[in-house]
């Protein structure tokens, strides 16, 4: 079955640090991978996406990403992190073997602390 | 430029009390779709229209029905509403299937 696995329910980092959320994704296709944030109160905004290519992928607001076929791993990252960067993170899956139908890992909450 | 509007914001409902959503895009999209968000869970595909004139199960489609009026507009309905419906409900859209979506900012649904 294909699913999406975000193993950090809630991470904590200081403003200025690096950070690192984790996704593990299992398709029997080639997967289109994407991050999404949620602020408090509001839709989804994209923050980058994978479809093919070069592996480290660049989105908005500073974040990078890399997709890692051995691993299965697609995992968001960001050198120093800024308070207004608190929000809910989600790693999405889809593939032509289910076109339209976006798979969504549960989500990781991320706190920003002085 | 709008994006994906979605009325209402909030609405209480009671046990049982019917229910229509509305969204809208204006950015020409072929595909829509509505999610419900609930805490630990993501966001689960109730429907999903892939271009003007056909809809297709989700994820979660038990409860629920959908309209794709035209182009613009994709509609979701609660015929009778149950508690377990409570939920954050989101409506997005994408060029074609596989496309980024863009989500509108979702409809707070209380049922009591």
């Known amino acids: 079955a294909q699913s999406v696995t975000q193993p950090d329910i809630h991470i904590t980092v200081s403003e200025g640090a690096s950070l690192e959320l984790r996704c593990n994704y299992s398709?029997?296709?080639?997967?289109?991978l994407f991050w999404y944030v949620q602020s408090p109160g509001q839709g989804l905004q994209l923050l980058l996406k994978y479809f093919s290519g070069d592996t480290l992928v660049q989105g908005i607001k500073g974040f990078e990403a890399e997709f890692k076929r051995s691993q299965s791993s697609f995992n968001l990252r960001k050198p120093s992190v800024h308070w207004s960067d608190a929000a809910e993170y989600f790693c999405a899956v889809a593939s032509t073997d289910s076109w339209g139908k976006l798979q969504f890992g549960a989500g990781t909450q991320v706190v920003v602390t002085p | 430029n709008a994006g994906v509007t979605q009325t209402p914001k909030f609405q209480v409902l009671k046990t049982g009390q019917s229910m229509t959503l509305q969204c809208a895009q204006d950015?020409?999209?072929?595909?829509m779709y509505w999610y419900r968000q609930d805490p630990g869970m993501g966001l689960r595909l109730i429907y999903y229209?892939?271009?003007?004139?056909?809809?297709d199960k989700g994820e979660v489609p038990n409860g629920y029905n959908v309209s794709r009026l035209n182009k613009r507009e994709f509609s979701l309905r609660l015929e009778s509403a149950a508690p377990s419906q409570t939920s954050v409900y989101f409506c997005a859209s994408s060029e074609t299937g596989i496309s980024p979506q863009h989500f509108g900012d979702g409809t707070r649904l209380s049922i009591l």
């Open positions: 950015m020409n999209h072929n595909s």
């Open positions: 229209s892939a271009s003007e004139g056909t809809t």
């Open positions: 398709y029997g296709a080639t997967p289109y």
